[in-house]
């Protein structure tokens, strides 16, 4: 700004000088006539009175810069204003924006700028989710109506983000109804199911989600270890219907059940449960058997003491053979201690009560053992000590 000034005075010297050097001769003069008004001065006048315009109007910019008296100098105002306007810089400066989490001014920034530049259906995009950020309903509506016009018949990618914006809102059944559309027309697309499966989830329609599960599996949809929990969660939900049902259900549900899935942990520690349920106690002891000889679960060992089928002696030497491979397990000790308690063998369960008290790894754990052993103690008539471990179990529980 200084240079700029020190210019516009040396011009403006200049000028003067010339003015004086030309006052002994003929100047000239200019005459302007506008609307029956004339304006008559001489040239070295005229050249004068401009270039004192043109440095007052730089040193008032230059105050206005300086002072900022309207906070005008950390916005755009002065460079939006006066400069030229570059559509494809302002929708960078947009997607900036919405990268940044600056929603109102991505927003702005993009629907000004989407019809003037070469793609505006993704400016339309990028604002829909700058609105939805925002809690803009209209807004984000209005933006997905105007790409999908722009898109034309490549409008299906707009859909399924209209479908994902709905179902966010809380319109399940409104993004249900699009994602159903979708997989019509061009079926079996990766954020279709995906979207999809998140809706049939959230609404327990756990039958139709088990239809999707080959599809899925299919397209790569989910990574390998999310589309496992995702088949525990829907074969589980399915044993748990089908054992409220009847035990025809249950059984016709276990058989339809892929092989595979079968030997998991979960899906066979559900189906352990729904068997106890309708009474199958002599069936659940025998899936039980079968699968500690061949594997380990502390959740189906867990189970064991919750079996009724008159051999707890069979069940408590299951179990110590397991001990063998599994000496410092809480959950078996604790298992241990419940079927010692069935079979009468008041110390034995005591001694593993008290070690799987030692061993537990959770607050929880341990309360549940505390129980455990307050129980066992108070039938023994060790009532202090019972109190003790009551008292203890309710302490665990509150850290």
């Not at 079968?262 to 309708?278: K, N, S």
Request: net charge positive; with cysteine.
């Amino acid at each position: 700004m200084k240079r700029v000034l020190l210019i516009l005075l040396l011009l403006a010297g200049l000028a003067t000088l010339a003015y004086v050097m030309l006052r002994g001769f003929n100047p000239g003069y200019v005459l302007i006539y506008v609307g029956g008004y004339s304006f008559e001065t001489t040239l070295a006048a005229l050249v004068l009175a401009v270039v004192a315009l043109v440095v007052t109007i730089n040193v008032l910019f230059w105050l206005v810069r300086t002072l900022n008296p309207l906070r005008l100098r950390n916005t755009r105002f002065l460079r939006r204003f006066f400069a030229p306007h570059d559509p494809l810089a302002a929708t960078q400066q947009g997607m900036q924006d919405l990268l940044l989490g600056n929603w109102q001014q991505a927003y702005r920034l993009l629907v000004e700028n989407a019809d003037k530049v070469q793609n505006p259906g993704m400016n339309y995009l990028a604002a829909a989710i700058a609105a939805f950020q925002r809690g803009d309903r209209p807004g984000w509506s209005f933006c997905l109506d105007r790409a999908e016009k722009k898109s034309g018949v490549h409008a299906m990618g707009v859909r399924s983000l209209r479908a994902l914006l709905e179902s966010r809102s809380g319109e399940r059944q409104q993004a249900l109804s699009l994602l159903q559309g979708l997989q019509r027309v061009i079926p079996n697309q990766p954020f279709v199911l995906t979207q999809l499966a998140e809706i049939y989830r959230a609404t327990g329609d756990w039958n139709t989600l088990e239809q999707m599960l080959p599809d899925m599996e299919r397209r790569h949809v989910l990574a390998p270890e999310a589309l496992l929990a995702l088949q525990d969660q829907v074969y589980q939900h399915q044993l748990q219907q089908a054992g409220s049902e009847s035990e025809q259900s249950l059984q016709y549900c276990w058989k339809q059940m892929p092989k595979a899935l079968r030997a998991h942990a979960h899906i066979t520690g559900a189906y352990i449960q729904q068997l106890l349920r309708v009474g199958q106690d002599a069936e659940a002891a025998s899936m039980l058997t079968s699968f500690l000889k061949k594997s380990w679960s502390d959740e189906i060992v867990a189970l064991v003491a919750q079996l009724d089928n008159g051999k707890p002696q069979q069940q408590l030497a299951l179990l110590e053979n397991c001990l063998k491979q599994h000496p410092d397990n809480p959950v078996l000790l604790t298992t241990l201690g419940r079927v010692s308690v069935r079979n009468q063998l008041w110390r034995k369960a005591r001694d593993y009560f008290e070690k799987a008290l030692q061993l537990a790894t959770t607050a929880q754990q341990s309360a549940q053992i505390c129980t455990e052993l307050a129980k066992l103690l108070e039938q023994l008539g060790e009532r202090d000590k019972s109190l003790q471990y009551y008292q203890r179990a309710v302490q665990m529980l509150e850290q």
